[in-house]
């Protein structure tokens, strides 16, 4: 079992920055690929970044390239999601999730684990 809890979500202006954390407990989390998933109001959960259990190889949804940055500290057993230039479409809930499959896989159907959301708001 794992339990994964995310912070750092709130209010931000366009053009502006929030940094998510997500930190887990239980199996180690130096073993589980991780991942950054959001869901918008009346949509389906969609897969922003995931990253593999040593952090050397990563995915990003093409709308978040080059804005957002997903990383991991497995000392601190806590994933991170920067997120820079804010767009209103950025706006929904975030969620952390842990897969026990190899790599880093994409798809939400891999991840087994699942934290609460924290709520992200990009409005002026």
């Known amino acids: 079992q794992v339990q994964l809890g995310e912070s750092g979500g709130g209010l931000v202006q366009p053009g502006g920055s929030l940094r998510l954390s997500c930190s887990a407990s239980?199996?180690?989390?130096?073993?589980?690929?991780m991942g950054w998933f959001r869901q918008a109001p009346g949509k389906e959960r969609t897969t922003v970044a995931t990253?593999?259990?040593?952090?050397?190889?990563?995915y990003y949804e093409d709308s978040v390239k080059g804005r957002f940055t997903i990383s991991r500290d497995n000392a601190k057993n806590t994933l991170y999601l920067q997120m820079d230039s804010l767009k209103p479409q950025d706006t929904a809930v975030y969620y952390c999730?842990?897969?026990?499959?190899?790599?880093?896989?994409?798809?939400?159907?891999?991840?087994?684990?699942w934290g609460q959301g924290t709520q992200v708001t990009v409005s002026s």
């Open positions: 239980g199996r180690t989390f130096s073993s589980l690929a």
């Open positions: 990253i593999s259990w040593s952090g050397a190889t990563t």
């Open positions: 999730a842990a897969s026990e499959a190899a790599g880093n896989p994409p798809m939400k159907q891999y991840y087994t684990y």
